[in-house]
């Protein structure tokens, strides 16, 4: 069995070096897609931010007063505008962050409750948390007053007159932002993943090519059994990803100077893991296709959709509480929430329940795969 496996997993290899094309996307486009993100995020930490407000409680002046508390900030530029236009804003890129001060926010505030301020960005910590810290000092002062006043409306105006006009010096200092890098690593690590599951599908798709032009059916005549032909395919595919995962990491790390945050291992670790779960979804998507054109068709209904629900391609604090929901059903999901809790410095269960479920997904897509192929009892199927 063993010198069968060897020589299938030779034979792979072989494959993949004499074809160009392989190259690309198992080494190129993983690389292309940190360049892409640097890009995208490299010059996104200095210049003028661009707010968009959407002032939904316009006629109160608590919530016009907090307008013109964000507009009085330094390097921050604001455009009123409706909520949908702010959104579009965002989205193409015009505006690089947009606030909602929904309606009944003066009420709220005036009253000592915490009223719903919704930040939205696609860029990231960089460019939110500078304004959401200010803005959340702000309402917590006025807050505060009309704690203190208890309902008192004119005591209430008075005090915040006081607040208001009242001028008070703030000594400030520079340091490193790490932001704009741990968002690169996010974006970087998120196109990784789309590229981690094409490869996989690619690689395991060389078997229901063989099957097709009947390479499969000769090897079957020889001591070569099914499952050796299945495991070495395995093997060949987890050598391909290690080596695609290490390439991007060092390249990101020592090339590009790139800071994650994770140390290597860690983050190394996490994406074996996703690994894992990924050649078992090759596994299953296959274990379902009976050619070609229906194993490509399935995933490409699979693979680019569930990226783009999970957030590979941007953060998921634009997307709807629903997406969100529905994105935890996903092995995406789970990596690149364990990202979020390795920058963040929670390695702890939450961070090994993460872990668990990641094995989970590559466990789950592994059986239900094997049950797939196992029940194939044609000539021209697996197993």
Known sequence: MWKDLLWLIRKNLNLILRNKNSWILHLALPLAGVLLSMLIYGSSNSGTLHIGIANQDSNAPLAADTVRYIEQLQKVKISLLDESKMRDGIQDGSIDSGIILSEGFSGKLQSGQSPTVDI???????????????????????????????GDASRFDRLYGDFVSHPYSVSAGTVKDASGKKDVTYQSIGFLLLFMLTSSYSLTELMQKERQDRTFLRMMASPVSSRTYVFSNVVVNAIVLIIQIAITLVFM???????????????????????????????????????????????????????????????????????????????????????????????????????????????????????????????????
Request: proline residues 3%; glycine residues 6%; contains cysteine.
């Open 120 to 150: 939205l960005s696609v860029k990231g910590a960089q460019v939110t948390a500078y304004v959401s810290a200010m803005l959340n000092n702000y309402l917590s002062n006025v807050a505060a007053i009309a704690q203190v006043t208890n």
């Open 253 to 383: 790390k020592y090339l590009l100077g790139i800071d994650s945050g994770v140390p290597f291992g860690e983050l190394a670790f996490i994406l074996f893991l996703f690994a894992l779960a990924a050649i078992g979804l090759s596994l299953l998507i296959i274990s379902f296709s009976n050619s070609n054109g229906s194993s490509a068709a399935l995933s490409n209904l699979i693979i680019t959709p569930t990226c783009l629900l999970s957030g590979c391609f941007f953060p998921m604090d634009i997307m709807p509480e629903t997406v969100r929901k529905i994105s935890t059903f996903l092995p995406q999901h789970w990596l690149l929430d364990s990202l979020n809790k390795l920058q963040s410095g929670d390695g702890g269960s939450r961070f090994a329940l993460n872990l668990t479920i990641l094995i989970a997904f590559a466990a789950a897509f592994a059986l239900i795969a094997a049950f797939r192929l196992s029940r194939k009892d044609s000539t021209q199927q697996f197993v």
